[in-house]
């Protein structure tokens, strides 16, 4: 969470940095101080405003902003206006059902003024190819990044943007206003609202920074090479992606010059490319000693017999973590580097300790569960048995946490049919195939309702990134347990037809 004292957009990447902690290197067996590094997941737009105080009625909610001075409300950015819904669980999910499904009407209003909002909405966050929380292949498909960070950090599920105040007047000023939003139903029994339950300028940051690795002498006298951003402090870093591979060789009778490594398995094998260029193949082995991986390169050089009494030095440019060490990190822990300040005084802090980090397993199962995984199409994929097996392939705590993977399984458990139908809908003034899935479900397996709708819409917006080019997707949900039937708009390449 972070406070500015303007409306600023703070781009995503920015870096921040976490109160040293106390480190026993494995190579020196002692003590020393050690910095974990964040980076910012997602752009934000920094409101000068804050929430001062949230009224719970029978139906309603009423939102208290403060401002430092009294001023226009039309010029301090209302209309990027994103909710973080904060607090227990089954607080955050039942408000986020409310807000998604059942706004009555919402209002602004000030000592002087009450200005209803027509054209008042929200919309999720966390779906779109910007909101990753990590970076993703550019060539996988992003339903599965969705669903994989759904299971790994729901929470970051829980934002959510407000439309619809982007054309107050200017006449309109205050110190002080109000957002009084009504629903359609009573607000259910347990939400227990705080004023700190919806939350302003928060944002995603991950145990992920840039980094460059320890210089690798290329003598092209062994099979690998040992990649590691820090050989003293091994156990504080781990290696999440490859940037870029680039070497420098240095003949016996010429100058210096750069060499630039592809990735072997990138399939960019051109047969006239020169001397400059080589290629480098990454192996990923569970570490032995330490909790997470071991990483070493091997490369294929032109005319290597020729290059082995010539010096090279290779440089790689990496994405980092640091292992296990963030997790030990508490709350209000995390502030911004002071580098990523470039406009104005900002200060931050970390709403929630670190998370355990999670790693695949380097084992066949895996192997054979994606090979199952990349052998789905559309329509097989509308299979009840073949959602649950990728939803079981991406949910990566279950595989770590006994008691979380036994929720799992009553969660898929719980999907007791699923059904699909060609429909038709006009769009732009021409017709438009899609498909119409049902899902039907028992509440029961989840928290509350509100548990229930957020994991259908992860599902809704899975089934809409699958679809082929021009064709929609349209899910309905129904609520064994109370009757309830919930829609999910039918979007075609992530637009909502109209």
């Known amino acids: 969470m972070l406070s500015a004292n303007t409306q600023q957009k703070f781009q995503q990447d920015n870096l921040f940095n976490a109160t040293p902690l106390y480190v026993q290197s494995e190579e020196t067996n002692h003590e020393t101080l050690f910095q974990c590094r964040f980076s910012q997941s997602r752009d934000l737009w920094l409101m000068p405003t804050k929430i001062s105080n949230i009224l719970q009625q029978t139906t309603a909610i009423e939102i208290t902003f403060e401002l430092a001075t009294k001023q226009p409300l039309a010029n301090i950015g209302l209309d990027k206006l994103c909710f973080y819904l904060n607090g227990a669980p089954f607080t955050t999910n039942q408000l986020y059902f409310l807000l998604s499904q059942h706004v009555q009407s919402a209002s602004l209003v000030t000592d002087v003024h009450t200005l209803p909002l027509t054209h008042f909405s929200v919309t999720p966050v966390g779906f779109q190819k910007q909101d990753a929380l990590l970076p993703y292949p550019k060539n996988s498909y992003d339903g599965y990044r969705i669903l994989q960070e759904f299971f790994c950090f729901p929470e970051a599920f829980l934002f959510l943007d407000i439309h619809g105040l982007d054309d107050i007047p200017l006449a309109i000023e205050a110190e ?4 009084v939003i ?7 029994d347990g939400v227990i609202l705080y004023d700190d339950s919806i939350k302003l300028n928060c944002t995603p940051i991950v145990n992920l920074f840039p980094i460059d690795s320890e210089a690798i002498n290329l003598t092209g006298k062994s099979e690998e090479y040992v990649l590691s951003p820090n050989y003293q402090l091994t156990e504080c870093f781990d290696i999440f992606s490859i940037n870029e591979v680039r070497g420098l060789r240095y003949p016996n009778d010429a100058k210096p010059y750069p060499i ?25 082995s569970q570490n032995e000693q330490l909790y997470g991986y071991s990483h070493r390169l091997s490369f294929v050089r032109q005319q290597e017999p020729q290059l082995q009494q010539c010096e090279e030095t290779v440089s790689v440019a990496l994405n980092c973590t ?12 995390i502030d911004l580097d002071s580098a990523s300040i470039p406009y104005g005084a900002l200060s931050a802090k970390n709403l929630f300790a670190p ?16 090979l199952t995984n990349l052998s789905l199409n559309y329509q097989s994929l509308l299979n009840l048995d073949s ?9 990566l705590p279950s595989v770590y946490n006994t008691q979380v993977a036994r929720q799992s399984q009553k969660r898929l458990d719980a999907l007791v049919d699923l059904h699909s139908e060609h429909i038709e809908h006009i769009y732009k003034g021409l ?9 039907v479900v028992h509440q029961n397996a989840f928290l509350s309702e509100g548990s229930l709708f957020l994991f259908c819409t992860v599902i809704a917006q899975f089934f809409t990134l699958y679809t082929s080019i021009n064709m929609f997707h349209e899910l309905e949900v129904i609520n064994l347990d109370n009757k309830e039937v919930y829609r999910w708009p039918a979007q075609i390449n992530q637009h909502i037809l109209k």
């Open 182 to 188: 009504n629903f359609d139903l009573e607000i259910p």
């Open 322 to 333: 640091n292992r296990y060490i963030a997790s030990q990190l508490s709350t209000r822990s």
């Open 260 to 284: 630039t490594y592809t990735a072997f398995e990138s399939f960019y094998h051109q047969n006239h490319q020169t001397q400059n260029h080589g290629y480098y193949r990454l192996k990923i």
């Open 176 to 179: 002080q206003f109000k957002l």
């Open 355 to 370: 998370t355990l980090p999670l790693y695949p397993l380097l084992d066949k199962t895996l192997y054979w569960s994606e």
């Open 387 to 395: 959602l649950k097996k990728i939803l079981q392939l991406y949910d």
């Open 431 to 439: 017709p438009v195939r899609g498909l119409k899935t049902t899902l």
